[in-house]
């Protein structure tokens, strides 16, 4: 598998502080799933500065055009000269295989919640099965720094707090009656959050379901990736299986099995 590109901007719009750039690669277009991230930076060679690539989940990859999406929070420092690319530039780009979210054959409605740097991958998600189930997503963040859904196919229900992460827990459990929570109609959930946001997570389907199967919950691990591909171990969780890398045993986890202290 390739996993390096040099990859040309194609389009770059600005979503109120989001920039989107979609961008020509025709290869991982092909294989990209939701959850994969690339690892990117805009370098007029030969600078090294910045020295590491900055870590992306695909907004998107439609293999009939060969193109991908970026959607880009730039407070980042490194993801500011990304950001900053215009149309024309090209990207440095690294793909590693990734383990991505995966869907039941049997599910037909999938809840998505998210909050943070991961939660691109769910508008990925949504994206690439909404013709196909019913698909409703709840996300929250900054005010000017979520995902504009008109990004989404209009069949995708979207709720949305501007109250920050932990706004999304205030969207999920907005329902009044335990039988229409979202968590319990839901035949699958696929999240995208930060660590910090695992045990609210983990509290709302312990709360709000009998039983909670494997595979039910799987969730897109943000954090910094400093290799990307597995050699520096830096980017470590622990789970049911031990210390396993978000970068190359993820991002995509089961939810059961991740462990936080606390
Ligand atoms: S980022 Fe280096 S091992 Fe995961």
Redesign the pocket.
């Known amino acids: 598998m390739q996993i390096y590109y040099t990859t040309p901007i194609r389009e770059r719009h600005q979503f109120n502080n989001l920039i989107w750039l979609r961008l020509e690669a025709p290869a991982l277009a092909r294989i990209a799933r939701p959850g994969q991230f690339v690892l990117a930076r805009s370098t007029p060679a030969p600078s090294l500065d910045p020295l590491l690539r900055q870590p992306f989940f695909l907004a998107g990859a439609d293999p009939s055009t060969g193109m991908i999406e970026l959607l880009i929070d730039p407070r980042e420092t490194a993801a500011t000269l990304v950001a900053e690319a215009s149309v024309g530039a090209t990207l440095d780009l690294c793909a590693p295989p990734v383990n991505p979210f995966t869907l039941a054959p049997t599910t037909q409605t999938l809840l998505l919640a998210g909050a943070g740097p991961s939660l691109p991958a769910l508008l990925f998600l949504a994206r690439y099965v909404a013709a196909r189930m019913s698909v409703a997503l709840f996300m929250a963040g900054d005010p000017g720094y979520l995902p504009p859904p008109f990004l989404l196919p209009p069949t995708v229900e979207v709720q949305v707090s501007a109250e920050g992460s932990a706004g999304l827990f205030t969207l999920l459990n907005a329902t009044t009656t335990l039988a229409t929570h979202p968590a319990r109609w839901a035949d699958q959930l696929a999240l995208a959050l930060p660590l910090a946001l695992i045990a609210p997570a983990a509290a709302v389907i312990r709360s709000t379901r009998l039983r909670w199967e494997r595979g039910f919950a799987q969730v897109a691990l943000a954090g ?13 969780i622990e789970t049911r299986q031990g210390w396993q ?4 045993e993820g991002p995509v986890f089961d939810l059961r099995d991740v462990r936080v202290a606390g």
């Open positions: 910094p990736l400093p290799c990307g591909l597995g050699i520096c171990r830096a980017c470590q890398r978000r970068c190359s």
